[in-house]
């Protein structure tokens, strides 16, 4: 415990938290394109309205880029397509679960009949993204992770095997406080472990940031942080809603913003339009894409 919060005191030191701009209102900005190009088939003007956020914002996310390699790949350019799918890979923020409910926004999809230069383009991009994520050497907040991760797993797969000895249940809440601490002292000391400090390792965070979700106090007291985080650009909204989501799981309330796999997908109409306006007030691509195939 002690070398992991001096650990933790070291890597204070060297991150920022600048913050330029509101990252939900540049995420509310982009996600109705998400729409207009899969539902609508809408390009030409989705790419324009791509090229508005960027010169707006002076970036785009990578799952926007990818966004307008598919326009592109969809207007049979597939030069084009190659070089923002490269571009993609050049920027530290890129929610890659953008991919997953969403059936063709995938490199796979997008480098079908690519030649030789095209394909060769899309892999430096990924070649890019390596060496970045070498080149800025998180390994020493990944190894705090890890050791919380470890740990989370550890006593909960002990209790699973001995569910009415009490040593592991005092074992395993113990073990949830050490994590939620080191959770929020690492929270607020250099930001949430996400995208633009883990890149590729972004998803290492989610099992503690998940099960902080059933401490009440702790809820009530980090809610309003992840989401001062989301719009710092440090937390994706998706981290943020499948934590809320997994609160509501543990208490029996409805989800907030359908995050759960395996839960609850029969929903009326008005619960659906409540939902989608959850996820846009964060910055989530609406829901209706999760079911698009």
């Not at 913050?19 to 207009?36: A, C, G, L, R």
């Not at 969809?74 to 890979?89: H, P, Q």
């Not at 619960?271 to 691509?285: A, D, P, T, Y």
């Amino acid at each position: 415990m002690k070398r992991l919060i001096t650990l933790l005191f070291v890597l204070s030191c060297g991150f920022s938290q600048a913050q330029s701009f509101d990252h939900i209102v540049y995420k509310q900005e982009v996600t109705p394109i998400y729409k207009q190009v899969m539902q609508g088939r809408i390009f030409k003007e989705s790419i324009d309205q791509l090229n508005a956020v960027r010169k707006k914002y002076k970036m785009l996310y990578g799952e926007e880029y990818l966004l307008m390699s598919y326009c592109y790949k969809e207007l049979g350019n597939d030069s084009l397509a190659a070089i923002y799918a490269k571009e993609s890979c050049s920027v530290p923020t890129f929610d890659m679960r953008t991919t997953w409910y969403i059936k063709d926004l995938n490199y796979g999809y997008i480098s079908t009949g690519f030649n030789e230069q095209n394909m060769k383009l899309k892999d430096e991009g990924f070649e890019m993204s390596m060496k970045r994520y070498e080149a800025k050497k998180p390994d020493s907040l990944l190894a705090v992770i890890d050791s919380m991760t470890h740990w989370d797993q550890f006593f909960r797969t002990q209790l699973s095997y001995n569910p009415e000895d009490k040593k592991f249940q005092a074992e395993l809440d113990s073990m949830n406080r050490r994590n939620e601490y080191l959770l929020e002292e690492m929270v607020r000391k250099i930001g949430f472990p996400g995208e633009k400090k883990l890149q590729l390792m972004e998803f290492s965070s989610w099992f503690v940031l998940v099960h902080s979700a059933g401490n009440e106090a702790f809820y009530q007291r980090m809610k309003p942080v992840f989401l001062s985080e989301v719009k710092k650009g440090n937390m994706s909204p998706w981290m943020f809603a499948s934590w809320v989501d997994q609160h509501q799981f543990y208490n029996k309330l409805p989800t907030m913003y359908n995050t759960q796999v395996g839960l609850k997908d029969d929903f009326t109409e008005e619960e659906r339009k409540q939902i989608s306006k959850n996820r846009f007030e964060i910055g989530l691509v609406d829901l209706e894409f999760k079911n698009l195939h």
